[in-house]
């Protein structure tokens, strides 16, 4: 296309740009003082592509612009800080609470992660089937099983009072109830946790605080389907004779009891051998006990079905 008359081909290029040049000043000073985070950058991108050599010479844009211009560069590195701190990703050992809130009932165990590599903190266990491991302390949902927490056992550095709290620290002064095995369980223990305002009720070992006078009574001969008790506050040490005694601390129950059944081997007047149901007074606190324990937790069940397989790289 010819040159407008009276003008050179040259001279439009040097209007063309420095027109650019003005509208690129334009822009800067536009964006200057704006946090140019990935979701800003599209306007900026609009605001180059958008400009062509008819709407050059538009008027300049109002001072309400869509994102805030910050005033000094302390704005800018606080306002860069708070998103990075937002997206930020927890450590993958803290996934396990952040994306779940138990419900009240919880129980404390341990697991085993078959490994027989090269590892200082490896156990061993002749009595399980993956005789050697990896040793974890799991905090799960008494009914369903879920792993809230978890800690590795190395071999050094916590004692069991540590481990309980440090892994109940989350979830103090909520009214959470515990249920735990005699490995960890203490008079010393539940009276620690009842400070910070969780319940516990499991299996004790007498030997660790329980009242002399109830160590004397086990030691004796006790009948079949007896319950006794002795309690300090709202705690009760209970034992309760069913093949053996069994014995347990709690201040979530008192020492009521309540019918159950269980089968017994019977001999008949043939000598043939049968199974009948028998009904006993059961302490609640042993009920429940086994019910959110399960003998075997839901979270071994799962780790025992789907197994742990290492490939080397």
């Not at 002399?212 to 001969?221: A, H, T």
């Not at 609640?284 to 003998?295: E, Q, R, S, T």
């Amino acid at each position: 296309m010819d040159a407008a008359p009276g003008t050179s081909s040259g001279t439009q290029n040097k209007g063309r740009k420095s027109r650019k040049a003005e509208e690129i000043a334009r822009i800067f000073d536009l964006y200057r003082g704006v946090n140019l985070t990935p979701s800003k950058i599209p306007d900026v991108v609009e605001a180059f592509s958008g400009s062509s050599d008819d709407d050059l010479e538009a008027d300049e844009p109002e001072n309400d612009v869509l994102y805030e211009v910050s005033s000094s560069d302390e704005d800018i590195s606080s306002e860069s800080e708070d998103e990075s701190d937002e997206e930020a990703p927890a450590p993958p050992r803290e996934k396990f609470e952040s994306v779940y809130i138990p419900k009240k009932e919880l129980s404390l165990d341990e697991g085993t992660m078959a490994w027989r590599g090269r590892l200082s903190f490896k156990v061993y266990n002749p009595n399980k089937p993956d005789k050697y491991g990896v040793k974890f302390y799991m905090l799960a949902e008494g009914k369903s099983g879920y792993i809230y927490k978890f800690d590795v056992y190395c071999g050094i550095g916590k004692t069991t009072v540590e481990t309980v709290m440090g892994l109940m620290a989350p979830l103090v002064n909520k009214g959470y109830h515990l249920y735990m095995d005699n490995y960890y369980n203490s008079v010393s223990l539940t009276e620690q946790l009842r400070e910070v305002g969780v319940y516990t009720c499991g299996t004790l070992r007498l030997q660790r605080g329980a009242p002399k006078d109830l160590q004397q009574i086990v030691k004796g001969k006790m009948a079949t389907d007896t319950t006794v008790y002795m309690r300090k506050d709202n705690t009760f040490v209970i034992v309760w004779k069913d093949k053996r005694p069994v014995s347990v601390i709690t201040n979530i129950h008192n020492a009521d009891t309540t019918q159950a059944q269980r089968r017994k081997c019977v001999r008949k007047g043939d000598g043939r051998t049968g199974v009948e149901i028998v009904k006993m007074n059961k302490p609640k606190a042993i009920v429940d006990y086994n019910k959110f324990m399960k003998g075997r937790p839901p979270h071994h069940q799962v780790t025992g079905d789907y197994r742990f397989i290492v490939t080397p790289s």
